[in-house]
């Protein structure tokens, strides 16, 4: 099945600084979300990003389908971004469809 | 935006027990999922639900699971006898159409302790 790849595993950035999640996936893909995991576990839909980019806020993304990779961008950290990002993607491929998750990155931004 | 709701979001039980995760997936939306996420690790697809069927199921979902829409609203996860490796948080999710080219919705979750 298709496989995907979370770098870096850890971040730890000072309160203000930007920073770039990166997500591999090993297949085409027709659905990719990125989701931020708070510390009390719940899963926060940031993006839903097949292709191109999109912005939020601080927040933004980008997948570039073609490389097979996506890129979430944090900008001007906050402690409440603090938590796990996932990217979760979909193939072309498969049943019924399903999301496979990556492994994630464990963010800490200090004060 | 829509939501998907899951009851209760913490649940404690003993091993052995049987235990019923209740989730009411948006209301429009056709496909029901289940996740589960053991503390620390990756979420993992247990199995995915339309038409009052199992679609597909990962080798997580053994007997000891369940599924069902009861009422038309519910979607509930069974767990018949629970083991000490049952405790995770259980993640609902749904969508309107089996095409996965579209956003699955996830539920805030359900953390089960099982001592």
């Known amino acids: 099945g298709i496989q995907v790849e979370q770098s870096p595993p850890d971040l730890i950035l000072q309160e203000g600084a930007n920073s770039t999640l990166r997500c591999n996936f090993s297949d085409s893909v027709n659905n990719l979300q990125w989701f931020h995991q708070n510390p009390w576990g719940q899963l926060i839909n940031l993006f839903y990003?097949?292709?191109g980019t999109k912005q939020n806020g601080r927040l933004s993304a980008t997948t570039v389908a073609t490389e097979r990779y996506s890129l979430l961008y944090i900008s001007s950290s906050q402690t409440t971004d603090s938590g796990v990002y996932f990217c979760?993607?979909?193939?072309?491929?498969?049943?019924?469809?399903?999301?496979?998750f990556g492994a994630g990155t464990r963010l800490a931004v200090h004060p | 935006e829509p939501e998907v709701t899951q009851t209760p979001s913490h649940q404690v039980t003993q091993m052995g027990q049987e235990v019923i995760l209740r989730c009411v997936p948006i209301s429009n939306h056709l496909y029901f999922y289940w996740y589960r996420q053991i503390l620390g690790q990756k979420v993992e697809f247990l199995v995915s639900?339309?038409?009052?069927?199992?679609?597909?199921k990962s080798e997580i979902f053994d007997d000891q699971f369940s599924v069902e829409r009861p009422d038309g609203s519910n979607f509930t996860l069974k767990i018949r006898s629970t083991k000490l490796e049952d405790s995770a948080m259980y993640f609902c999710?749904?969508?309107?159409?089996?095409?996965?080219?579209?956003?699955?919705?996830f539920g805030s979750g359900t953390q089960l302790s099982v001592l």
């Open positions: 639900f339309y038409n009052n069927e199992i679609s597909e």
């Open positions: 999710a749904s969508r309107t159409r089996r095409t996965s080219n579209e956003k699955l919705f």
């Open positions: 979760a993607v979909n193939g072309f491929s498969g049943g019924y469809n399903k999301l496979i």
């Open positions: 990003i097949p292709s």
